[in-house]
């Protein structure tokens, strides 16, 4: 595309004509961008900022202009150390690290295990696999109300089987405080690991089969084979996966509240609900704009490396 | 952060589409009404209002909220104030109509309250919230009260129950629906349903007295005083009382447990009336209504108010139409009957009542000329939400067992408060 190329390849004198046209070319795909570019500018960019700016202030129901400089992140700091009684903003981040860690691994291993089942050349694949795939085209809402209602003890998993006559059966995580965040889990994970499965097919698929024929001649096991030489080779899917899911379970809201119904005991906060419930309904404006900037710093703080060695490797 | 960017967007969209209309000449007839009283009672019963006002011919237009739930509609209202585009008038609670106030986005509607004689027939403390400064900016359609318990009268009668005139009588009473082998409590194990109860317990336990120095005037000696310990004391002794599987269950779940006859009582504010006249439930044949045992004397009240804001003079006259209506006695009649709430208006006529909107109505004219009408603490009436969402987190935490001792919720309460303020 640049100007020293073109002299080279095309040394004949241009008509006017033609370098009016060259002109619009080069412009055509900033003038398609801009209007997005811009948009993303100001309403993403440029409310980061805003919302930066409001952790600095004391800001009540509305937005207010008296900063009061560390103050709202000196508060968040100190609640990261009550432990006994718990802080909300403990309890957030306790659960984020729970909900978030066990909502990954397991989304990762049951997608990669799907994936390697339904690579095994079986029949009815094109049955299977979108059935593995519907449940991310619910709403979280809808998943959420689901297995609240199926895991509920009255109505749910438990009466059934009490039903079915297996009496001594007892599962009622879904109305202890404590074992709310593995029902949310729950929930999440069901959803979300047969869009990973997709990933990891499509990675499958990718991988050139004369390597695997390669393998077999030398004789490796199956097992061997996929643990020394197919997973390592769809690594970038095992990122991309990686990437989506964090940023997936850190932005969780509403699967949150529709499980637990509206967090009783305090004890199902997570940073999103953390968030909304300062921003909007705690009047504390200010506090909720300091842990959403926290929130986006740790989403950056996983994002950044990951674009630079991305953009690093391409270059 | 995405909401908070939904919240933006929307708030510029409105200015965008808002902007033109300001300059048509005519009366504008239409009533731009943001509320959230869609279920099946709440519609019928602001019906009530939309009828008078379209024979005075007024159209009615609801803005849509998405989502529902009052949440939803405090975001899209803020939106739309912040855009310079404000409804008409917009249901609106407690705190959050002194917020606009104060931000001077209310209209000023006091010439028809001296008109309506308002001052007198509204209870006192309830003014609070529609006046700032002498100017009135919001009227009520309703008073709610939250100390109440609801009976199921087959179970009571069954368990040989007589109602409860103190708090050890209702221990004594749930005990026996415990032996007859009844769900004693039905309680929904929701932070607000929790804190709802607990200020009954409160003003049970401490007298109505201490309730008010303690909640409304945040006395700190009252709120760490042995009187709210042993408050807190005798609300983990009603969790003996609740099914193991309370927790996260919604309000109006829990009185169809009374309904059906699975529990034997519920500590509910009187909107709990609204699901026994959907089942068919007839009060004083199907259900008691008692005050909460102690509390009798006094009203935890809370309110569903309409808020005027500054519109253009176009639209005027349809607000003070609205506001009008809102006050009319025989709308207020009308309103509160099907709602189940007693009217807003002291000197209405109770004949159209049931037997419990007959001791509401009875009840509140009392508290109001004894100075024991007060605001629910859990319902936003007594605190700013900042500093009821803190008595929340205590008193949640406490019954789920995060907070473990009555010593450490006391602690907890006057420190989360003393950070929410």
Request: net charge positive; hydrophobic share 45%; glycine share 8%.
């Amino acid at each position: 595309m640049t100007n020293t190329s073109q002299a080279v390849t095309a040394p004949i004198v241009r008509s006017a004509r033609g370098r009016v046209r060259d002109q619009m070319q080069d412009l055509l795909p900033r003038l398609v961008l801009a209007p997005s570019f811009l948009l993303i500018l100001v309403f993403v960019y440029g409310f980061n900022l805003w919302t930066l700016l409001l952790s600095f202030t004391n800001s009540r129901a509305f937005p207010t202009f008296n900063f009061i400089g560390w103050a709202n992140y000196a508060k968040l700091w100190n609640w990261t150390f009550e432990r006994d009684p718990p802080s909300n903003w403990y309890t957030a981040i306790v659960n984020m690290g729970l909900f978030g860690s066990l909502y990954v691994i397991f989304c990762l291993a049951l997608g990669l295990l799907l994936a390697i089942f339904l690579d095994q050349k079986i029949r009815g694949e094109g049955f299977l696999r979108p059935l593995y795939l519907y449940p991310l085209a619910l709403s979280f809402i809808v998943t959420g109300t689901a297995w609240k209602l199926f895991l509920d003890p009255r109505i749910g998993l438990e009466k059934a089987m009490h039903d079915l006559g297996w009496t001594s059966f007892h599962f009622d995580w879904v109305v202890d405080p404590r074992m709310m965040i593995y029902c949310v889990a729950i929930a999440g994970i069901w959803q979300t690991s047969g869009f990973v499965m997709a990933m990891f097919l499509a990675a499958l698929r990718g991988i050139d089969s004369e390597i695997l024929k390669a393998a077999q001649i030398d004789g490796a096991s199956t097992f061997a084979t996929y643990r020394r030489i197919i997973i390592p080779l769809i690594r970038p899917a095992f990122m991309s996966a990686l990437i989506i899911l964090t940023h997936m379970a850190i932005k969780s809201y509403d699967l949150v509240l529709s499980v637990t119904g509206k967090n009783p005991g305090g004890a199902a906060e997570l940073p999103s609900t953390f968030m909304y419930s300062y921003t909007f309904t705690r009047n504390q404006m200010g506090v909720g704009s300091a842990s959403a900037v926290i929130m986006l710093a740790t989403i950056a703080a996983i994002m950044v490396p990951y674009l630079y060695s991305e953009l690093k490797e391409k270059r | 952060m995405r909401l908070r960017l939904v919240l933006m967007a929307g708030a510029m969209a409105a200015a965008m589409v808002g902007l033109p209309s300001a300059g048509s000449a005519a009366d504008n007839k239409e009533i731009q009404m943001l509320h959230w009283w869609t279920s099946g009672g709440e519609a019928a019963a602001l019906s009530t209002i939309k009828d008078a006002l379209a024979k005075q011919g007024y159209s009615w237009k609801d803005v849509p909220v998405a989502g529902g739930g009052g949440g939803a509609a405090m975001t899209t209202l803020k939106a739309m104030v912040a855009a310079g585009n404000p409804p008409t008038a917009s249901q609106i609670l407690g705190y959050y109509a002194l917020d606009y106030a104060d931000a001077g986005k209310l209209a000023d509607i006091s010439a028809l309250a001296a008109k309506g004689n308002w001052a007198k027939v509204i209870p006192t403390a309830l003014q609070k919230f529609t006046t700032t400064d002498g100017k009135w900016g919001a009227v009520p359609v309703n008073i709610h009260s939250v100390n109440w318990i609801w009976i199921n009268k087959t179970v009571m009668e069954k368990i040989g129950g007589t109602e409860p005139k103190s708090f050890d009588e209702l221990t004594a009473l749930l005990d026996k629906a415990k032996q007859a082998g009844v769900i004693p409590l039905a309680l929904g194990g929701q932070p607000w349903q929790e804190a709802t109860m607990f200020d009954s317990v409160v003003t049970s336990t401490g007298g109505v007295e201490f309730y008010k120095k303690a909640f409304i005037d945040l006395d700190e000696s009252a709120l760490k005083s042995d009187t709210m310990k042993k408050s807190f004391d005798n609300l983990a002794k009603l969790r003996e009382y609740v099914d193991p599987n309370y927790a996260g269950r919604d309000w109006n779940l829990a009185t169809s447990m009374v309904i059906k006859g699975d529990a034997l009582l519920q500590v509910m504010g009187d909107w709990a009336k609204g699901e026994f006249k959907v089942a068919n439930k007839e009060a004083g044949k199907d259900y008691l209504c008692y005050r909460f045992p102690g509390t009798d004397g006094s009203v935890l009240y809370n309110t569903d108010m309409f808020a005027f804001f500054q519109v253009s003079a176009d639209r005027k006259a349809a607000q003070t139409a609205l506001a009008e209506t809102t006050m009319n006695p025989d709308v207020q009649i009308a309103f509160n009957v099907i709602k189940g709430s007693a009217p807003a208006r002291m000197d209405v006529s109770d004949e159209k009542f049931d037997m419990c909107g007959k001791k509401a109505i009875a009840d509140i004219k009392a508290a109001n000329a004894k100075g024991t009408f007060l605001g629910s603490m859990a319902q936003n009436y007594a605190q700013p939400p900042a500093i009821a969402t803190a008595y929340y987190d205590v008193v949640t935490k406490f019954l789920h067992g995060e907070i473990k001792t009555s010593d450490e919720a006391v602690k907890q309460l006057v420190a989360g408060i003393n950070s929410a303020k």
